[in-house]
């Protein structure tokens, strides 16, 4: 990347660009949540927002990057969120946590990105290192640190497991009923999971494998 | 499909073209398990397993039933499996569903068809019609039968959503430390939670949306 890409990259004039530029963002996120990662080329999403391929490299990068870009969307309230949250009693964690994750599933702003994540994860490396960094690293490292247990990031991960399950069966797969019951009945009972994920000791009544 | 179609269909004979059948089975789920439904084509597995497209279609029919065919190795020992595990008694039965599911995804024979459904059902609706069909119909419904509670289903499908997304963040996003522990970690771990959905009083201790 030159310098002066570089520098225009960090402080882009907030005029016309701006609006060019969020363009270009809205479709990638449409492109990327509708056909996943590797069936979307920046090239596609030039096109679909009426500029050049070469406009896009030039806000962005690389197509990974775009990628990033496009969800980033989705983080920055789960970031916002996810401070917020953290400050309250760790025995609500679950129910607050649950609460936002969901709160962004049910937002359609904020679940086409969301979509866009889980499509494309599942299917290319390059997204799935992309959720990996965002998700791991700066959402469930961020919750483990809170977690007072040597396990703490196999918990964390144990509770998004929950949560990412349920939001792929109720909004991706559309499994019934769980995709039409109402979100707060889902809150119910996930929120307690993730609380016991976290703060609580499952394994308490389990000894190992069954003799069969 | 003509007669002559459906009757060959229904009794073919073993001998070298079952071999044909099998090899056309294995390439088409590595196929589907590395690029999904909609990249996957019945040009490229007829190609791949040194056969002609018209020998694909004549033994299996449409894409969608070459990959409900090739999809279908994982669910033959889930449903036996399914079968004797609800033999055992109800308080045990988190373990038992828990222990079988997590052995299919160890198993590299099965895990490259489970994949398969994963990848393709993410992406595309005719995949998620037969993820459906296939684990909701004949898979929930029937854990389901065996819980005596009004919302059965629901509980069947947030106990699902606990493995499936455990499962999803282990072994296709590997998300660490959750893709390199001992699987009886896990089980450990996700056993009670699926008891919990299917059996427990979840909801017990939570009483509606917080104030704030």
Redesign the interface.
């Known amino acids: 990347m030159s310098d002066v890409t570089a520098r225009r990259r960090g402080r882009r004039p907030r005029t016309e660009s701006e609006g060019t530029r969020e363009r270009i963002l809205a479709v990638a996120r449409e492109e990327f949540s509708k ?2 990662y ?2 979307t080329s920046v090239r596609g999403i030039a096109k679909a927002a009426g500029v050049d391929s070469a406009l896009v490299h030039h806000y962005f990068g690389t197509k990974e990057q775009v990628f990033e870009a496009a969800v980033e969307v989705a983080f920055a309230p789960a970031l916002q969120a996810r401070d917020m949250l953290l400050d309250g009693p760790v025995d ?1 964690v679950g ?2 946590l649950t ?1 936002v994750v969901f709160g962004l599933w049910e937002n359609p702003v904020t679940r086409t990105p969301l979509l866009a994540i ?2 494309s ?3 290319n490396d390059t997204a ?1 290192t992309v ?2 960094r965002m ?2 690293t700066q959402l ?1 490292a961020r919750v483990a640190g809170e977690i007072d247990a040597p396990d703490a ?2 918990r964390a ?2 509770a ?7 939001a ?2 109720r909004y ?7 995709a039409s ?1 109402d979100v ?10 993730v609380q ?2 976290l703060t609580g000791n ?2 308490g ?2 000894s ?3 003799e069969r």
Chains 1, 2 share one sequence.
Not at 172 to 178: S, T
């Open positions: 056909r996943g590797e069936k609500t129910e607050r609460r889980v499509r994860a599942v299917n799935a959720f990996r998700v791991s469930l990031e196999l991960e144990l998004a497991a929950q949560v990412v399950g349920t792929m069966l991706v797969i559309k499994v019934e009923p769980l019951v707060e009945q889902i809150i119910a009972r996930v929120a307690p999971v016991g994920h499952l394994t009544h389990l190992g494998p069954p």
